[in-house]
C-alpha cells in the first residue's frame, strides 16, 4: 500500500529535498508540496493524503493552524517539522492535533521512518521531544485547576507505570526494558490507557502524564 504525503514548508529547498527523499521510497509518494499551511490545507482537502508533513512557522497560514484544520476535517495524520531552539510552539501544536515531530536536520533514515509509523496509527515522541516538552509545559503559569488526580483511578498499577513512562518520551522497547515484558505486552498496555482515558494517541498521553500530576513539573 502506498502511503500518500503533502509536505509543506516555505522553504524551496527543504521542502524539494524532503520530498526527494520520500518520493525514492518504493511505498510512499509525495502527492503535492506547498508553501503555506493554506496550501497545505487545500491540498489536503483536494488528495486526501495519508501524511502531512508541516513546518510549524510559515507564512499566511502556520503550520499549527493548519495542523488544527487537517486534523479537524480529515483523517489525514500530521508531522511537525520543527527547529527546537527557536521554536515555542510546540506544545500548542500537540494540542492542535499534531502526531509527531521531526527535526529539521532530521537524518534521511529517520524521516521515512516516521512518515511510516505516523501513517501506521502511532505517534512519533522522541526523548528529545518529551524534553522539549516537558520544558515548554513547565514554562507556563498554570492557565486552570490541574484536573482532579482520580482522573488515572480507573488505570491498573502496571497502566500506571506504562503512562509514566510515556511520560518521559520512553519508546515500547524502551518500556519493555524497564518493567521487563515483552514490546507485545507494552502495546497492549499503552492500548489499554489510552482507551480508558480517552486519548488519541501516546502524545496526549505525554501531556496527560503532567497536567495530572503523575510526572511532577519539577521531577
Same mark, same amino acid.
Given at each position: 500500500?502506498?502511503?500518500?504525503?503533502?509536505?509543506?514548508?516555505?522553504?524551496?529547498?527543504?521542502?524539494?529535498?524532503?520530498?526527494?527523499?520520500?518520493?525514492?521510497?518504493?511505498?510512499?509518494?509525495?502527492?503535492?508540496?506547498?508553501?503555506?499551511?493554506?496550501?497545505?490545507?487545500?491540498?489536503?482537502?483536494?488528495?486526501?493524503?495519508?501524511?502531512?508533513?508541516?513546518?510549524?512557522?510559515?507564512?499566511?497560514?502556520?503550520?499549527?493552524?493548519?495542523?488544527?484544520?487537517?486534523?479537524?476535517?480529515?483523517?489525514?495524520?500530521?508531522?511537525?517539522?520543527?527547529?527546537?531552539?527557536?521554536?515555542?510552539?510546540?506544545?500548542?501544536?500537540?494540542?492542535?492535533?499534531?502526531?509527531?515531530?521531526?527535526?529539521?536536520?532530521?537524518?534521511?533514515?529517520?524521516?521515512?521512518?516516521?512518515?511510516?509509523?505516523?501513517?501506521?496509527?502511532?505517534?512519533?515522541?522522541?526523548?528529545?521531544?518529551?524534553?522539549?516538552?516537558?520544558?515548554?509545559?513547565?514554562?507556563?503559569?498554570?492557565?486552570?485547576?490541574?484536573?482532579?488526580?482520580?482522573?488515572?483511578? *480507573?488505570? @491498573?498499577?502496571?497502566?500506571?507505570?506504562?503512562?509514566? $513512562?510515556?511520560? #518521559?518520551?520512553?519508546?515500547? +522497547?524502551? /518500556?519493555? !526494558?524497564?518493567?521487563?515484558?515483552?514490546?507485545?505486552? *507494552?502495546? @497492549?498496555?499503552?492500548?489499554?490507557?489510552?482507551?480508558? $482515558?480517552?486519548? #488519541?494517541?501516546?502524545?496526549? +498521553?505525554? /501531556?496527560? !502524564?503532567?497536567?495530572?500530576?503523575?510526572?511532577?513539573?519539577?521531577?
Amino acid at each position: 500500500m502506498t502511503i500518500h504525503v503533502v509536505v509543506a514548508d516555505d522553504q524551496e529547498l527543504v521542502r524539494s529535498g524532503f520530498a526527494m527523499i520520500l518520493d525514492a521510497q518504493p511505498d510512499i509518494e509525495v502527492v503535492a508540496e506547498a508553501a503555506n499551511g493554506e496550501e497545505a490545507v487545500e491540498a489536503v482537502r483536494r488528495l486526501h493524503p495519508d501524511v502531512a508533513l508541516l513546518d510549524i512557522r510559515m507564512p499566511h497560514t502556520d503550520g499549527i493552524t493548519a495542523c488544527r484544520t487537517i486534523t479537524t476535517e480529515s483523517t489525514c495524520r500530521t508531522v511537525m517539522l520543527t527547529t527546537f531552539d527557536s521554536d515555542a510552539y510546540v506544545f500548542d501544536a500537540l494540542h492542535a492535533g499534531a502526531s509527531g515531530f521531526l527535526l529539521k536536520d532530521v537524518r534521511r533514515d529517520d524521516l521515512v521512518h516516521a512518515v511510516r509509523v505516523v501513517a501506521a496509527g502511532e505517534s512519533l515522541v522522541a526523548p528529545s521531544v518529551a524534553r522539549r516538552l516537558i520544558a515548554e509545559y513547565t514554562s507556563r503559569p498554570p492557565a486552570a485547576p490541574a484536573p482532579p488526580s482520580g482522573r488515572l483511578d *480507573v488505570l @491498573t498499577a502496571r497502566e500506571r507505570e506504562t503512562l509514566l $513512562l510515556l511520560g #518521559r518520551g520512553l519508546s515500547n +522497547a524502551e /518500556i519493555a !526494558a524497564e518493567l521487563t515484558v515483552s514490546e507485545h505486552t *507494552v502495546k @497492549t498496555h499503552v492500548g489499554h490507557v489510552l482507551a480508558k $482515558l480517552g486519548l #488519541r494517541d501516546r502524545i496526549q +498521553a505525554v /501531556i496527560c !502524564a503532567y497536567e495530572t500530576g503523575l510526572i511532577a513539573v519539577n521531577g
